[in-house]
């Protein structure tokens, strides 16, 4: 199975920018459909968004449209996820995940995650 390891979480205001990066190792993330998940505290993991084989992006999350994009950097093996005004419920862990099939094939292997806090 592939291996997943995010970054690039920390602390930001609200309104600020974070970048989170998804590394991936023993596969190439081409292959993959891989998603973004998070969960706040008190609450379910929940499913952001997904890029698939062909690119495509599925949104799960009506509150991140126009905030959040996906992309793939085949250079460096990564996933990223960019975010942008960010607000206090955006307050979660973040994982990615990935699947050797379409995005609604269910995720195979996870990250450990990488918290992002938006706070004042």
């Known amino acids: 199975q592939v291996q997943l390891v995010e970054s690039g979480g920390g602390l930001v205001q609200p309104g600020g920018s974070l970048r989170l990066s998804c590394a991936v190792s023993?596969?190439?993330?081409?292959?993959?459909?891989v998603g973004w998940l998070r969960q706040a505290p008190g609450k379910d993991r929940e499913n952001i968004l997904c890029?698939?084989?062909?690119?495509?992006?599925?949104y799960y999350e009506d509150s991140v449209k126009g905030r959040f994009t996906i992309s793939r950097d085949a250079a460096k093996n990564t996933v990223n996820l960019q975010m942008m005004g960010l607000r206090p419920e955006d307050t979660a862990l973040y994982y990615c995940?990935?699947?050797?099939?379409?995005?609604?094939?269910?995720?195979?292997?996870y990250g450990q995650g990488t918290q992002v806090t938006v706070s004042s």
């Open positions: 995940a990935a699947v050797m099939g379409g995005c609604n094939m269910g995720y195979r292997s």
């Open positions: 023993g596969g190439t993330q081409a292959h993959y459909s």
């Open positions: 890029i698939s084989r062909s690119d495509g992006v599925t």
